[in-house]
């Protein structure tokens, strides 16, 4: 949702004021309703405000404008008052509340000025959890994460940041922010131009291939940031993804990957398994075997891909022998998954923009 930052502060300051003018009369009314003494601003914060994450997650969830918040909002909350009196526990009273039709409104009023201050977080992708720590290489292996903290001599993931994240996942504007993991250091390796960047591309991960197809796409790449108008917003064409992260026992990698925030679109590249990953080793001596050794090694392939579709939702491409032989045609088809971008999503939001320049 892409708003201008104009509007949200007009959208805000509309809001506070209706919230300001509301405000004496609904605390009055907690007041009373409650049996307090006194009722503050601050005891109604706590009370509504600070429910985000537990009546909703808004870490994982990706809302598409306020009224889906909203609705899933109160839905956590009605669900959580059926749940405790089923337990037999005393019922929270904040769904009771909200029976008042002038408690509601103030509530809905407070939650989205909330939602409309953390409008990227709230209304971001938020990626399967799985994704948010991608460790990739061959031999030298590094991390890309999303909000990553040292904490007790390990990387983790900071969730509470993941929504405010600024920067779009997986992208070079991503490892330009946060730059790359090494799990055995307590530091990040800083990168914050693309000349660091192709350094480490090139001088690194391009060196320890040992496929020329591999490189040229490496090569290519790099011109094709160079070529970018936006090159923080180019999804990172990750080499070799590995399945199990960091688990010293290897199962697979991925040749290349391209985890697209603009689409949602994650897609895996494979170059030639037939003359790679397929090979028989002393042919000559196996002719009887071959058949039973190349279908298992096919099972492998196949196996591999469901299993990163199952886990990451990735898709895999295949690049066999036959399409490498027109080199310009497969690199075409990682470049369209790179280039890709979703249509503006529009909101009623999005439309009074429009009719205020009317």
């Not at 031999?139 to 999303?146: A, N, Q, T, Y």
Request: net charge negative; charged share 30%; glycine share 4%.
């Amino acid at each position: 949702m892409n708003i201008n930052e104009n509007i949200l502060i007009e959208l805000e300051d509309e809001l506070t004021k209706e919230i300001r003018s509301k405000q004496d009369y609904i605390l009055e009314k907690l007041r009373v309703r409650l049996n307090q003494e006194s009722y503050s601003f601050q005891r109604f914060n706590g009370l509504f405000g600070g429910k985000n994450n537990i009546y909703v997650d808004s870490v994982r969830t990706q809302f598409s404008d306020f009224n889906d918040f909203y609705s899933q909002w109160l839905k956590g909350l009605i669900d959580q008052y059926e749940k405790r009196k089923i337990w037999g526990l005393q019922p929270n009273h904040n769904a009771l509340l909200l029976k008042d039709n002038d408690v509601e409104l103030f509530v809905r009023l407070f939650l989205e000025r909330n939602f409309y201050r953390n409008l990227k977080a709230r209304t971001r992708l938020k990626p399967n959890e799985q994704l948010w720590s991608i460790w990739f290489g061959y031999k030298v292996v590094f991390g890309l994460l999303i909000a990553p903290n040292f904490e007790e001599s390990q990387w983790v993931i900071d969730k509470s940041e993941i929504r405010r994240a600024n920067y779009e996942y997986w992208t070079i504007g991503h490892i330009f922010k946060v730059g790359l993991i090494d799990n055995d250091s307590s530091k990040t390796l800083n990168i914050k131009n693309l000349e660091q960047f192709e350094s480490i591309y090139l001088s690194i991960l391009k060196k320890l291939s040992s496929s020329n197809y591999e490189k040229e796409i490496y090569d290519r790449y790099v011109k094709y940031l160079h070529n970018s108008e936006d090159i923080e917003s180019e999804p990172f064409l990750i080499p070799e993804v590995r399945y199990l992260g960091l688990e010293h026992r290897h199962k697979y990698r991925l040749d290349f990957t391209v985890l697209n925030p603009h689409t949602y679109q994650y897609t895996g590249f494979e170059i030639s398994p037939s003359s790679s990953h397929m090979n028989v080793s002393g042919y000559k001596e196996k002719q009887k075997e071959v058949n039973k050794e190349l279908s298992e090694k096919w099972h492998k392939e196949m196996t591999k891909r469901n299993d990163y579709f199952e886990s990451f939702e990735i898709t895999t491409v295949t690049f066999t022998e036959q399409m490498l032989e027109d080199f310009d045609s497969c690199w075409n088809i990682i470049k369209e998954k790179l280039e890709a971008r979703s249509e503006e999503k529009t909101s009623v939001l999005d439309q009074m923009k429009r009719i205020s320049r009317i």
